[in-house]
């Protein structure tokens, strides 16, 4: 007699065990269905790696071919380069004051020479001073600035200041005044192109005279 529960159930291998093939849900937990590994050439696959491989190649352009294309397509900042000899074209300053390093007045038989040591030298930098009413106030030139300060180091008796340096007649000028300024006797100018021209070495050729009644040159000062 039967009270509930669990059902009775009589095995019987004739009838339950499966003689003739594959259940449906056989696939689902078949270990051998389960391990077997997707073909590589599914639709999915493909997919994923093409996506992937476009996602390379976007990259790819995006930080190498596209600064190589501009770098190569813009040609701003060489002409520029090649005009003024300056590499930076924000500053308005100096896009006022276009100058090349070497002054178109300076006479093809002054860029070269050879020197002392029997080498031939090629001329870098030049400036004639040709045109009048040029200004060296500080960003004013892209070579030269006319400083205002008072040189301590070798105790000057004047004050430097921009205005007693400029150009006319075709020429450079520094002036030097009887005028105290700032607490010094005298006003003059100094012209630097202190982190503006940096050499290491060569030779430095300058047509000056100086005042006085003896106008014969005796020197300058290059620091
Ligand atoms: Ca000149």
Redesign the pocket.
């Known amino acids: 007699m039967v009270r509930g529960g669990l059902v009775p159930y009589a095995w019987d291998p004739s009838v339950d065990d499966d003689q003739d093939g594959a259940d449906e849900d056989d696939t689902l937990h078949g270990p051998e269905s389960a391990d077997k590994p997707s073909p590589l050439l599914n639709s999915r696959s493909v997919l994923n790696v093409g996506v992937l491989v476009l996602l390379i190649i976007a990259l790819l352009g995006l930080f190498i071919a596209l600064p190589v294309v501009t770098f190569v397509t813009d040609r701003t900042n060489f002409v520029f380069l090649e005009q003024t000899g300056s590499n930076t074209n924000n500053s308005p300053q100096t896009d006022l004051h276009v100058r090349p390093l070497i002054d178109a007045?300076t006479p093809d038989t002054a860029k070269t020479r050879v020197g002392y040591d029997g080498e031939d030298y090629v001329l870098v930098f030049s400036d004639?001073?040709?045109l009048d009413g040029r200004s060296f106030d500080a960003g004013d030139d892209p070579f030269w600035e006319a400083v205002n300060l008072w040189y301590w180091n070798t105790g000057d008796l004047e004050w430097y200041d921009s205005s007693q340096v400029y150009t006319a007649n075709?020429?450079?000028h520094v002036r030097i005044d009887n005028v105290p300024l700032n607490g010094m006797q005298y006003r003059s100018g100094m012209l630097q192109s202190w982190n503006k021209f940096c050499f290491t070495s060569g030779y430095i050729e300058v047509s000056l005279s100086l005042p006085g009644p003896d106008q014969e040159t005796r020197g300058y000062v290059s620091l």
């Open positions: 007045d004639e001073f040709n075709g020429s450079l």
